[in-house]
C-alpha cells in the first residue's frame, strides 16, 4: 500500500480556493489516486479520483503532475459548510485491496 | 440504488459486557465489507475487512470479532468491552472496479 502524506490542518476563508497537498511518493503503476471528505459524526464521503492529470467534478478538481508522486486536491470558493477533514488515498482498483485511512487534513473555513 | 443500514445509532454499555453491531447493505451483491473505528479527534482505523460471505481479515489485535455470515451482512461483535472500545464505528462497502467506499451511518459507543 503507498503511504501517503498531507497536512494535519488548514484554515482559509469563506470565498477562497483552498488547495491541499498529498504526497505518495511509492505510488505504483496501476493505483489512483482517491480523495474522501468527513463531517463530525458522519463517514466520509467520496469526493473525486484520479489517475494522472486534471479530473474536476461539481465538487472539487484533482490536479497529479506526470510523476504522480503527489497530487493536489482544490476546492474553488469554500463556504462554511466545507468545514471537514479530508483524506488522500492511494487505491488498487482490485477487489481484494484493503483500503487505509490516513489521518487526515482537517480544514477549517473561517468566516 | 444501494444503501448501508447500521444499528443502532448509539450505545451505552458498562465495561465488560458483550457487544454485537450489525450492519447491512441491500441494492448490490458480492461487495467487500469493512469496519473502522474513530476515537474522538482521530482518523479511521480500520478493524476488519471481508471480500466475501466467512472470509475475514483482522487489521489490529483486539478483543473485537467480525462475522460475515450472508453476503450483505457484517458484524462486529466482542464479548467483553474494554473502555478502550469507545469510539465511532462505521460500516462500509466497496464493490466497484476503482473500491470506491460507501459508509453507513455509524454507531457511537460509549463504554462506561
Redesign the interface.
Known sequence: LAKTTQPISMDSYEGQEVNITCSHNNIATNDYITWYQQFPSQGPRFIIQGYKTKVTNEVASLFIPADRKSSTLSLPRVSLSDTAVYYCLVVTPRRDDKIIFGKGTRLHILP | SQTIHQWPATLVQPVGSPLSLECTVEGTSNP?L?W?RQAAG???Q?LF?S?GIGQI?S?VPQNLSASRPQDRQFILSSKKLLLSDSG?Y?C?W?GG??????????T?LTVL
Open positions: 467487500n469493512y473502522y482521530r482518523g479511521l480500520l475487512y471480500v481479515s487489521e465511532f462505521l462500509a466497496s472496479s476503482m473500491n470506491e467506499q460507501f459508509f453507513g451511518p455509524g457511537r
